[in-house]
């Protein structure tokens, strides 16, 4: 009697198990790309809504208070602050001033620091301090803060410069006429995706565009905005 043929060990995957682990990974993979992406765009959406919420405040003080506002961002540090002054203040341009480019300053800083220094005027000081509440206590929610987790301000575009701002401190300014400056914030990750927030210079609303938007035409200033570009 013949005994049965031994059966061949399986030494290997078949081709149909090959596919369905390549197709398994495919999925893990998509899925861990499509996730960190999510979490991408959740953080500058976040940070986004973030500066637009604070644009709408510093508007709306500028308004209520009779003040002059701004947010100021630090693109070295991430950050941002709102600061205000009842002084009356004009935005000096980069022509303007020597040193940190496009600061808002006291007219009559500027005038008396020009007549005497007339050949190397020093550059006067901005008026802006932080917001306060009716005992003087500064409000540290105003202060400088982060723009997001994993946030950075990628550039500042606004009228009173002629290049956009990567770096350095930059602001945006609200007056007390219900007018704001014109611009454009935008921030990005680690991933280099950038979202853009465009502040609307007569209502201080914001629109956010999920890409490096620029405005086509050079921003223009209104109101109690001087500047001779």
Do not use: C
């Amino acid at each position: 009697m013949l005994g049965r043929a031994p059966t061949r060990g399986h030494g290997g995957f078949t081709l149909i198990e090959v596919i369905l682990v390549v197709a398994i990974i495919a999925v893990v993979v998509t899925g861990a790309t499509f996730g960190l992406g999510a979490v991408t765009r959740t953080r500058l959406r976040s940070g986004s809504f973030k500066v637009m919420s604070a644009a709408r405040f510093a508007y709306s003080r500028a308004i209520t208070q009779g003040t002059t506002t701004r947010l100021l961002f630090d693109l070295e540090k991430n950050t941002m602050a709102v600061e205000e002054t009842d002084t009356p203040v004009s935005l000096a341009t980069d022509e303007q001033l020597e040193g940190e480019a496009g600061d808002a300053v006291d007219p009559w800083d500027l005038a008396r620091s020009r007549l005497e220094e007339p050949l190397d005027p020093p550059a006067p000081r901005s008026p802006f301090q932080p917001i306060t509440n009716s005992s003087g206590t500064v409000l540290k929610r105003y202060t400088a803060q982060p723009v997001g987790d994993g946030v950075s301000v990628h550039a500042l575009i606004t009228p009173h410069e002629r290049e956009k701002r990567t770096d350095g401190k930059g602001s945006v300014y609200f007056f007390p006429g219900g007018v704001a400056e014109q611009a454009v914030i935008q921030l990005s990750d680690s991933s280099d995706t950038v979202y853009s927030i465009e502040i609307h210079p007569l209502t201080g609303n914001a629109r956010i565009h999920n890409f490096a938007f620029e405005p086509i035409d050079e921003l223009d200033d209104e109101g109690e905005v001087t500047d001779p570009l």
